[in-house]
Each structure stands twice: as C-alpha cells, then as structure tokens.
C-alpha cells in the first residue's frame, strides 16, 4: 500500500488507510462521549458493533484534501468546513434511509433542520471541530503515521480490513433481525386491537398469550444495540408501532411481570363471574 499514490487525495494508500481509521475510531469515542454525558451510562454508539464510525473517517478525508489550499484562512475555512460536513452528513443520512429504509437520527426538534438530517447547531460544531481537525490534529496524525513499519502496517491493515467486514455482515443481520422483530411487534399489536374490539371487557386465554409475546418482543427490541446506538431513529415503515415502544421504556416491569399480572386479572375475573352465577 505504501507504494500506491492516490492523487485526489494527496497521499498514499498507505497513509490514507491509517488517517481513515484513527478518525472513525476517534469518531465512535466522541460519540460515546457524548452520550455518555447525556444520558449518563455507557452505549455503544454507530452503525457498526465495533469502536467505528466510517462517516468520521470519510468526512475527515474530503475536507482534509479539498480544504488545505485554504487552511490559512480562519473564516473561509470555518464555514466552507461547516457546509461540506453538513452537505456529507445529509448524504449519508439519505443514502441510510434509502438503503435501511430508516433516519438513524433526527435533529426534528432542533431550529433550522432540513428533514432532520442536519440542523444549524450541529453544523456550526462541525465547523469548529474541523478547524481544530485541519490546522492542528492532521498535521499530527500525519507525523504519527510516518512511524509506522510498513511490513507491520500492511499486516495491521489487513486484519482491520477483515474484521470490519465481518463486522458489517453482523450488523446488516442484526438490522435484518431488529426489522423482523418490529413487524412481528406491529401484527402482534393489530391482532390484540381487533380481538380487544370482539371481545369488549373480557380478555381471553389467546389475548394473554399475545401481550405476553408482545412484550417480550418490544423488550428485545427495546435493550438491542441499535436501539440503544440511534435513540432518535425513525423507522419508514411500523413508525406508529415503534412509538409506542420508546413510550414503554421508563416502564420498570419486564414481560414475564406484565405476563403475571394479566394472568391474575383474569383468574380474578373467572372467580367473580362464578360467584355471580
């Protein structure tokens, strides 16, 4: 790889390889960090399961390049910097949604947002982090990489290379898995709504079983890794359904409670109507 020069990027595939790791791993540790702060525990934040966030990595790469003729100028490249990492973060945003038929996040609440993709706030942070990124970090990421031994680097690349491959395979069915188990949760939920609607106040053994399901479904749903790493995401299709599970999350009780709990309503109910008769 060291001897592969990509000239729109300036450098060698080499070097590329290393800039574009540290910073999507940098970019998971910022984002642990920050929702870290905010809800204060520990989540595993980005599309992958391991500690990488490839758009960190794409985006570091496109404005490194295109915007070290004009490192010099604070202001040109304070805003130029803000519009492309915006103009990239609504790109993959689209393409996430276009693919996964999701918005992994949603910056709705925020003043001046495009279709939640992006919003002033988060683009003028961006702004400022890569100034810092461009005139200062790079420089030294650069220096850094020029240590590295290339029989070492290229063994290291590999292995990177492999596993994140099979971290994506993992992930994609872990998408796959999180989707059929929200399908299963949205027929689950019609189902308890028609026969709900038949059988007015009495709730039958079938009933049971069904909220059961439905709540041990929803709880997996609800403790999964991309639930957890994309709190604001908005699936395309069972939204409603979807709601209606984050509304469940402060609910202490777990399924086989609520599962109980219905159980004696119902025994509760029979012994009464013997009692009438």
């Given at each position: 790889m060291q001897?592969?020069?990509?000239?729109?990027l300036?450098?060698?595939?080499?070097?590329v390889?290393?800039?574009?790791?540290w910073?999507s791993?940098f970019?998971?540790?910022?984002?642990?960090?920050?929702?870290?702060?905010?809800?204060g525990g520990?989540e595993?934040?980005?599309f992958?399961?391991g500690?990488?966030?490839?758009?960190y990595?794409?985006g570091v790469?496109?404005?490194?390049?295109?915007?070290?003729p004009?490192?010099h100028?604070?202001?040109?490249?304070?805003?130029?910097?803000?519009i492309?990492?915006s103009?990239?973060?609504?790109?993959v945003?689209?393409l996430?949604?276009?693919l996964?038929?999701?918005?992994w996040?949603?910056?709705?609440?925020?003043k001046?947002?495009?279709?939640?993709?992006?919003c002033?706030?988060?683009s003028l942070l961006?702004?400022?982090g890569?100034?810092m990124?461009?005139r200062?970090?790079?420089?030294?990421i650069?220096?850094a990489v020029?240590?590295i031994p290339?029989?070492?680097?290229?063994i290291?690349a590999?292995?990177?290379i492999?596993?994140v491959?099979?971290d994506?395979?993992?992930?994609?069915a872990d998408?796959?898995?999180f989707?059929?188990?929200?399908?299963q949760?949205?027929?689950?939920?019609?189902l308890?709504?028609?026969k709900?609607i038949?059988?007015?106040e009495?709730i039958?053994e079938?009933v049971?079983?069904?909220?059961?399901?439905?709540?041990?479904?929803?709880d997996?749903?609800k403790?999964?890794?991309i639930?957890?790493?994309?709190p604001t995401?908005?699936?395309l299709?069972y939204?409603?359904?979807?709601?209606?599970?984050k509304?469940?999350?402060?609910?202490?009780?777990?399924?086989?409670?609520?599962y109980?709990?219905t159980?004696l309503i119902?025994?509760?109910?029979k012994?009464?109507k013997?009692?009438e008769?």
């Amino acid at each position: 790889m060291q001897n592969i020069y990509i000239n729109f990027l300036g450098n060698t595939l080499f070097e590329v390889f290393f800039y574009f790791c540290w910073w999507s791993v940098f970019g998971w540790f910022l984002e642990v960090v920050v929702r870290t702060l905010e809800t204060g525990g520990f989540e595993n934040r980005g599309f992958l399961n391991g500690p990488f966030c490839p758009i960190y990595g794409f985006g570091v790469m496109i404005i490194t390049n295109l915007l070290d003729p004009i490192k010099h100028h604070f202001v040109l490249l304070y805003f130029t910097s803000a519009i492309i990492c915006s103009i990239v973060e609504l790109s993959v945003g689209l393409l996430m949604k276009k693919l996964f038929h999701a918005k992994w996040w949603d910056y709705s609440t925020e003043k001046f947002n495009y279709q939640g993709f992006i919003c002033m706030r988060i683009s003028l942070l961006w702004g400022v982090g890569s100034v810092m990124v461009i005139r200062i970090v790079q420089p030294l990421i650069a220096k850094a990489v020029n240590y590295i031994p290339y029989m070492f680097g290229n063994i290291f690349a590999g292995v990177i290379i492999t596993v994140v491959i099979i971290d994506l395979a993992a992930t994609l069915a872990d998408i796959r898995n999180f989707n059929k188990k929200l399908k299963q949760v949205d027929y689950i939920a019609t189902l308890l709504h028609d026969k709900s609607i038949a059988l007015g106040e009495n709730i039958s053994e079938e009933v049971l079983n069904l909220n059961a399901k439905y709540e041990k479904l929803s709880d997996q749903i609800k403790n999964s890794r991309i639930f957890k790493a994309f709190p604001t995401m908005t699936p395309l299709s069972y939204n409603h359904t979807f709601k209606m599970i984050k509304n469940r999350i402060n609910r202490s009780d777990n399924y086989e409670t609520k599962y109980e709990n219905t159980k004696l309503i119902i025994e509760n109910e029979k012994g009464n109507k013997k009692n009438e008769d």
